[in-house]
């Protein structure tokens, strides 16, 4: 049985995580400049709250899941069935899958923008980094039985997606706050 879970636990998660990452980008403005350290800390903060909201059973007592009872593999019927999600977005798992890797994709081309020569370089780097954090999300999902969570290729996708249109948006607001101007003295 896992100790911890529900929709409570993850918004605990969410909000130290991001008490951490303000005193991180507070700490580190005035060093690299306030849209680096923002989008650093921002960057980290999503990663965490994706963390919470994909590791930490959805039901705050989930019970007891058998080793028999489990998938062997991940499901690869992509664009198959999905739970509805949670009461928070009503377009379902696949809406809430995508949208929360956008702010990722976003502030991964802000960070990246920092250097402006390098951009072409870093954010199809941090893109596969995404792509792969995802991954690895849900192979945890698949070992570890016990958070009842399901291991599936669709999630993948719609991730990978998310990170897609946050990296056009990122574009967008890299070029209207334009953090390769930002440099320290």
Same mark, same amino acid.
């Given at each position: 049985?896992?100790?911890?879970? %529900?929709?409570?636990?993850?918004?605990?998660?969410?909000?130290?995580? %991001?008490?951490?990452?303000?005193? +991180?980008?507070?700490?580190? *403005?005035? $060093?690299?400049?306030?849209?680096? /350290?923002?989008?650093?800390?921002? +960057?980290?903060? !999503?990663? #965490?709250?994706? /963390?919470?909201?994909? &590791?930490?059973? /959805?039901?705050?007592?989930?019970?007891?899941? !058998?080793?028999?009872?489990?998938?062997?593999?991940? !499901?690869?019927?992509?664009? %198959?069935?999905?739970?509805?999600?949670?009461?928070?977005?009503?377009?379902?798992?696949?809406?809430?899958?995508? @949208?929360?890797?956008?702010?990722?994709?976003?502030?991964?081309?802000?960070?990246? !923008?920092?250097?402006?020569?390098?951009?072409?370089?870093?954010?199809?780097?941090?893109?596969?980094?995404?792509?792969?954090?995802?991954? #690895?999300?849900?192979?945890?999902?698949?070992? &570890? #039985? $016990?958070?009842? $969570?399901?291991?599936?290729?669709?999630?993948?996708?719609?991730? @990978?997606?998310?990170? @897609?249109?946050?990296?056009? &948006?990122? *574009? @967008?607001? /890299? +070029?209207?706050? $334009?953090?390769?101007? #930002?440099?320290?003295?």
């Amino acid at each position: 049985m896992f100790p911890v879970g %529900g929709i409570e636990v993850m918004l605990v998660g969410a909000v130290l995580s %991001g008490l951490v990452c303000l005193v +991180l980008g507070g700490l580190l *403005g005035p $060093r690299v400049g306030w849209i680096t /350290a923002w989008s650093l800390a921002g +960057l980290l903060w !999503s990663l #965490a709250v994706i /963390a919470c909201l994909t &590791l930490i059973p /959805a039901e705050a007592n989930p019970g007891v899941v !058998s080793a028999e009872s489990r998938m062997d593999t991940c !499901s690869w019927d992509i664009g %198959g069935p999905a739970p509805d999600g949670f009461w928070i977005f009503s377009g379902g798992q696949r809406l809430l899958n995508t @949208v929360a890797f956008v702010p990722s994709g976003a502030l991964l081309v802000l960070l990246a !923008s920092r250097w402006r020569a390098a951009v072409v370089i870093l954010v199809p780097i941090g893109l596969a980094l995404l792509a792969a954090y995802s991954a #690895a999300i849900e192979r945890t999902q698949l070992e &570890l #039985a $016990r958070i009842d $969570r399901a291991c599936d290729v669709t999630d993948v996708v719609d991730n @990978v997606t998310g990170a @897609v249109l946050g990296v056009l &948006l990122g *574009g @967008v607001l /890299a +070029l209207v706050l $334009r953090p390769w101007r #930002a440099r320290i003295a």
